[in-house]
């Protein structure tokens, strides 16, 4: 069956930099988008970027652009997140997604499309 486990979470400092992997497993990996989100306490599930299948393109929302990327080895069947210049306000859990429509291409994937399946989620907190 599809599944998709985060890891790299943990305390980090204000200013300081993490990356988090996500390893899906079940499905052929290089055909379908994945994504990133997030959710604090007491907030909305929050989407931060996504890469398409050959992780040629991403998106990625206001709130992370030019702090967090997203990268992807579809050999290891991992994406990542490298998260720079975190804040108090990134304290999160954080979830890995795949996209539910597929399987696509790079040229037909023309941006987010659905969650399919998500994976547990991993706890990052930033102290200030």
């Known amino acids: 069956q599809v599944q998709v486990v985060e890891s790299g979470g943990g305390l980090v400092q204000a200013g300081g930099s993490l990356r988090l992997s996500c390893t899906g497993s079940?499905?052929?990996?290089?055909?379908?988008?994945m994504g990133w989100f997030r959710q604090a306490p007491g907030k909305g599930r929050e989407g931060l970027i996504w890469i398409s299948p050959s992780g040629g393109a991403t998106g990625t929302a206001n709130s992370v652009k030019g702090r967090f990327t997203m990268s992807r080895d579809n050999a290891k069947g991992t994406v990542y997140l490298l998260m720079n210049s975190l804040k108090s306000e990134d304290t999160a859990m954080y979830y890995c997604?795949?996209?539910?429509?597929?399987?696509?291409?790079?040229?037909?994937?023309?941006?987010?499309?659905?969650?399919?399946?998500w994976g547990q989620g991993t706890q990052v907190t930033v102290s200030s």
């Open positions: 079940g499905f052929r990996f290089d055909d379908y988008a």
């Open positions: 997604a795949r996209q539910g429509r597929g399987p696509m291409s790079d040229v037909q994937w023309l941006g987010p499309y659905d969650v399919g399946f």
